[in-house]
């Protein structure tokens, strides 16, 4: 996967190329960015509706705060301009909105705003560059960076197949489980949570924390490694 920042951030299909793995990467250069630069050392970050949208903004906070940059962040869906304007009115270095605007709900982004609350200039946005992590000075610049994910399942479409139908009928043992002890709210997310990844795995063939389901894909007996 290529990521490319067009006019002022970067969109992809959620679970297939937009994972919390790359948006941590994403968020490790925009750190190194940050203090490599002469801004202010906090940060405003929201999301909007779209689905994991808060799990994604945690991730971004996480890595935010490893550099010892400031978070200010929202815990309901926040639309593009309030975070613009909270950039420039927190005083913020940058502005950081997880959406992907008219786009399809399959997607996600993730949108830089500047401490004066616009888009950040061309030159700045479409800079992807390497850092050394030891003193974060720029190794080399590149025009896009190519990213694989931290898990790989290759396996063929009959395979798939009956994994998907083992993944659908054990979630609904465990559902009925949950709901025979009384625990109604874990069957709904439980449920929920894994129609969503089997519905991903159906139209992309991957979904966020596929490694999850890696012991259907390899075909080993429940409890086994």
């Known amino acids: 996967m290529k ?3 067009g006019t002022d951030g970067w969109r992809a299909i959620i679970a297939k190329d937009f994972t919390n793995y790359n948006v941590a990467r994403i968020t490790e250069g925009v750190a190194l960015w940050i203090k490599s630069k002469e801004v202010a050392p906090k940060v405003v970050v929201g999301f909007d509706c779209r689905f994991a949208g ?19 962040w929202y815990d309901a869906p926040i639309t593009t301009p309030a975070i613009s304007l909270a950039s420039k009115k927190l005083n913020c270095g940058l502005g950081i909105i997880l959406t992907a605007s008219h786009n399809p709900n399959t997607y996600n982004g993730y949108k830089l705003k500047g401490s004066y609350g616009g888009p950040l200039l061309p030159n700045e946005i479409e800079e992807i560059e390497a850092f050394d992590l030891e003193n974060n000075n720029v190794i080399e610049k590149f025009e896009h960076l190519t990213i694989y994910p931290a898990n790989l399942f290759v396996t ?5 197949q009956d994994a998907i139908h083992q993944i659908q009928e054990d979630m609904v043992k ?3 489980y949950f709901k025979e002890i009384g625990k109604p709210l874990e069957a709904k997310r ?9 519905e991903m795995i159906r139209e992309l063939g991957y979904c966020s924390g596929i490694e999850n389901y890696s012991r259907y894909l390899d075909g080993r007996e429940p409890g086994t490694r």
């Open 190 to 198: 439980l449920e929920e949570r894994t129609e969503f990844d089997l």
């Open 156 to 160: 063929s479409p009959d395979v798939l």
């Open 54 to 72: 808060k799990q994604f903004m945690e991730v971004i906070a996480k890595v935010l705060f490893k550099h010892n940059i400031e978070v200010v």
């Open 3 to 5: 990521i490319k920042f």
């Open 174 to 176: 465990q559902v009925n």
